[in-house]
């Protein structure tokens, strides 16, 4: 059930003066009711049970302009708890809404209910909202569209018709069920069954092709294609047979346009692609399959497609039978050097508006790792009875059980977080060279960072060949950041800087740090708040990729944290 009633009250008065004054939009709040609640649906020749909000898989798609409020009750009648994440949205002063549970949030428990209000402050375009509490977010995802102020428009010119592509990655079990087995076990967790584009597998899987997703096109037309990726634990690669795509906007953020056959997107982050019809009639396939760049790691390689279908076109051949569309030429799984082409076509349009001046000069590894066990057990199935485990600059995050981080940080409650977290590793070695085995296990604590309101930030999170090398696609919450870098091997302190963008970076929330690389970004710590970032791959987060920055107050209550909403759930 979703209420949309647009109240104006005492917005329409204040609106009112700013629309004669600049000719400004008037700001509207949308009431949404999301009932957390378990639906059957079949997939993939079987029905099971899945979480979903209001019965619906994907979720509502939320639609709201630049400016607006949202005010999204959601309770909770599942039997797990929950927490709902609104992806990208920054939350200015307003961490109370961003949702990681035992972050900012203790869960919703069964039951219970929260309401998430929070205001669109100078963002435009994709986002998505998920669950943000072990691994509900395999089924409770959706899009979050934020289209430009009335009266203004997008930098390109306006397409014809616009469509939601989210990707997915489905189980045939219960994603709770495999992530519980996975830590009792030590063991990396079982990969999906299927990918998925707007919740459909497609025609490339058993009992499938009945539901494919069709995206209805004119020939001729330009259509807006926004896409996000919603998989758990996969970076994919995207197509669409013998069409171009042009690039126009990334994680909320919009670039210079560039043309491309393939995009790489991993989890987290969401691109715009315009799509000209431009080729004869006729029913085209969008495809989806892995960007699986750790070596030897095992995949989910399948292939997930929906249907590009010219509406002139004939859809069934003179017997009667569907006409087959093409599909479209997909890179292989470990193409680093394609996924990184894609990646460094990105251009910003942040003239003028990138930090040159750092007072935080942070240098993070990005790890994986592996617990030793003393003898094998039940516990230890990882490689050579071990535990996976990974972690940020040697700590593996520790996410707390009694009380939130935030809850914890605003009521002074002690012996919840430390404020430790370091700000280089605490040993250097060759990141992506052999690394020796003693290396490998981390230590353990919920570490925050912190800074000061106002600071100038610069992080090199540098991935490492511990376990393995893998591209690890890091999300930072709160923040949108400039991605001024990236290259191979390990960070040079002294040449890698001289060829940062510094003009026109990439504007992100979640980037890839490439396979035995590094990547280099820099934001304003103009956000107070207890703000997450992580590994955006699921199965890292549960084995501890992740830290967390504590952004202290900034002068007077302008600068400051909000009060708490009322009803913020207890632990
Ligand atoms: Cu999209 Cu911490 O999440």
Redesign the pocket.
């Known amino acids: 059930m979703e209420i949309h009633s647009k109240k104006y009250g005492l917005f329409l008065g204040l609106s009112l003066i700013f629309t004669f004054a600049a000719g400004f939009a008037i700001a509207e709040i949308h009431h949404h009711e999301f009932v957390i609640e378990p639906k059957a649906v079949s997939r993939l020749c079987r029905t099971q049970q899945i979480m979903t909000v209001n019965g619906q898989f994907p979720g509502p798609t939320l639609e709201v302009h630049n400016g607006d409020t949202l005010v999204i009750n959601v309770k909770n009648a599942g039997k797990y708890d929950i927490s709902l ?1 609104w ?2 949205v920054r939350q200015l002063r307003n961490p109370w809404a961003d949702g ?1 549970e035992y972050v900012t949030q203790c869960p919703i428990k069964p039951g219970g209910s929260y309401t998430y209000r929070f205001t669109i402050e100078n963002q435009e375009g994709t986002l ?1 909202w ?1 669950a ?1 509490s072990k691994w509900l ?1 395999a089924t409770v995802y959706g899009a979050l569209i934020i289209y430009p102020k009335l009266g203004y428009s997008y930098p390109f010119p306006k397409p014809t018709r616009e469509f939601p592509l989210i990707l997915g990655e489905w189980w045939n079990r219960d994603p709770m069920q495999v992530l519980r087995q996975s830590m009792i076990t030590g063991a990396a967790p079982n990969v999906s069954d299927a990918y998925t584009i707007n919740g459909q597998p497609g025609d490339l899987y058993g009992c499938s092709n009945k539901d494919t997703t069709i995206f209805p096109v004119e020939a001729g037309e330009t259509i807006l294609l926004r896409i996000i990726n919603a998989a758990l634990n996969q970076e994919l690669f995207f197509a669409i047979a013998n069409h171009q795509m042009t690039v126009v906007e990334a994680d909320a953020a919009y670039t210079k346009p560039f043309t491309t056959n393939v995009v790489m997107i991993g ?2 982050q969401t691109t715009n692609v315009l799509v000209t019809a431009n080729q004869p009639p006729g029913r085209y396939y969008i495809a989806a399959t892995a960007y699986a760049s750790a070596p030897g790691v095992a995949f989910d390689n399948t292939t997930t497609t929906a249907v590009l279908e010219y509406k002139s076109a004939a859809c069934k051949t003179k017997n009667g039978s569907p006409i087959k569309p093409i599909l479209p030429q997909l890179p292989f799984w470990n193409d680093t050097n394609t996924a990184n082409a894609f990646t460094a076509q990105f251009r910003g349009i942040s003239e003028g508006k990138v930090p040159l001046e750092i007072h935080e000069n942070l240098f993070f590894t990005v790890s994986l790792g592996l617990i030793n066990c003393s003898r094998p057990s039940f516990r230890c199935q990882g490689p050579n009875n071990t535990r996976f485990t990974a972690s940020m600059n040697n700590v593996s995050f520790v996410l707390p059980r009694r009380n939130s981080i935030l809850q914890a940080l605003y009521q002074n409650t002690p012996g919840v977080f430390t404020t430790d977290f370091p700000p280089v590793p605490p040993v250097q070695f060759d990141y992506t060279g052999q690394v020796s085995r003693a290396m490998w296990t981390p230590s353990r604590g919920t570490k925050l960072y912190k800074l000061k309101f106002g600071s100038h930030v610069q992080i090199v999170l540098q991935n490492t060949n511990i376990s393995s090398i893998e591209d690890h696609p890091m ?1 930072l ?1 709160g923040y949108q950041f400039f991605v001024v870098g990236s290259g191979k091997g390990n960070f040079n302190p002294q040449r890698d800087p001289a060829n940062f963008n510094l003009v026109d970076p990439p504007v992100r929330n ?1 980037v890839g740090t490439t396979p035995g690389g590094w990547v280099a970004i820099r934001f304003v710590a103009d956000n107070p708040g207890v703000w ?1 970032m ?1 590994c ?1 791959l699921d199965v890292h ?1 549960g084995w501890g990729l992740a830290m967390a920055f504590l952004v202290e107050n900034g002068f007077g209550e302008l600068n400051s944290i909000q009060v708490p909403p009322p009803g913020l759930p207890q632990c």
């Open positions: 994440h992806h990208g990681p998505w998920h943000h977010r989890p987290g999300h919450h979640t997450l992580h955006h987060i």
